[in-house]
């Protein structure tokens, strides 16, 4: 179960969260601040002010962070695992939207505007997580008018991303969307690999048919041609992609 964490969690986490670094959770929380285009490039002291507000919070695999449709009180940051986040049809499908891992922000589009949650974010692994209340932070911006001026250059610059993203998608086969979501995945979902060529992915099937929404049955297709063709491997709950040049070099083919 989700639990705010004590002094003594605070430490082992640390050490989990920053092996053979010496780090606290406070410099994880200030690094993930500075570095996330939420909110790099404000002044130290403004992200040390959103800092003092983080609260630590563990999730188990497979607990909810939020769920689609709840108020957005909460931002959350990730120190370390894995966030899947999906959203669900008006017919009840399930589609994945993305794979959350260590330092990224999620949540960020409720808890700034105060609706609803537009998708789920479900822990995958066990996650460490950092939270920030939206009371404090919405006075914050009161105070301080760089914030809010920063948060809507980045809302903008986001709402040009996914149309690009919505554009490109119109055009491209399955099997383009199919390479494109295996290479896009976070690198906390890929193993590390000796050769910069291959990589493989922590990944079902199924999975990868949530994301694309399409059916377990035509991910698989594709999977077993490349795999004919020795571009993969498929593996229980891994894609080992072999040659990644030769695998985008496919996807260029049409369906």
Wanted: net charge neutral; glycine share 10%.
């Amino acid at each position: 179960m989700a639990r705010d964490m004590t002094h003594g969690d605070r430490k082992s986490a640390a050490a989990a969260a920053s092996p053979g670094r010496g780090g606290t959770l406070n410099a994880s929380v200030l690094l993930v601040l500075r570095q996330n285009p939420l909110f790099a490039g404000l002044r130290i002291e403004l992200i040390e002010r959103i800092a003092a507000m983080a609260v630590m919070r563990e999730f188990d695999s497979g607990e909810y962070l939020f769920r689609e449709g709840e108020q957005g009180k909460e931002l959350f940051g990730i120190i370390s695992g894995l966030v899947r986040i999906s959203a669900t049809s008006e017919d009840g499908r399930e589609l994945n939207l993305n794979m959350i891992g260590p330092g990224e922000i999620i949540g960020e589009i409720a808890f700034l505007d105060g609706g609803p949650r537009t998708a789920s974010g479900q822990a995958s692994e066990s996650t460490l997580t950092f939270l920030i209340a939206k009371d404090p932070f919405h006075e914050l911006m009161l105070h301080a008018p760089d914030l809010p001026i920063h948060l809507l250059k980045l809302v903008c610059e986001r709402t040009r991303w996914t149309s690009a993203q919505v554009t490109s998608s119109a055009f491209l086969t399955v099997q383009a969307r199919l390479v494109r979501c295996l290479l896009q995945l976070p690198r906390a979902m890929h193993d590390e690999a000796g050769d910069a060529r291959a990589a493989t992915v922590r990944i079902s099937q199924s999975e990868l048919g949530r994301f694309l929404g399409i059916s377990r049955q035509v991910v698989n297709g594709y999977l077993q041609d490349w795999q004919r063709r020795e571009l993969v491997q498929v593996r229980r709950g891994r894609i080992v992609i072999h040659d990644i040049d030769r695998l985008v070099g496919q996807a260029m083919l049409s369906d």
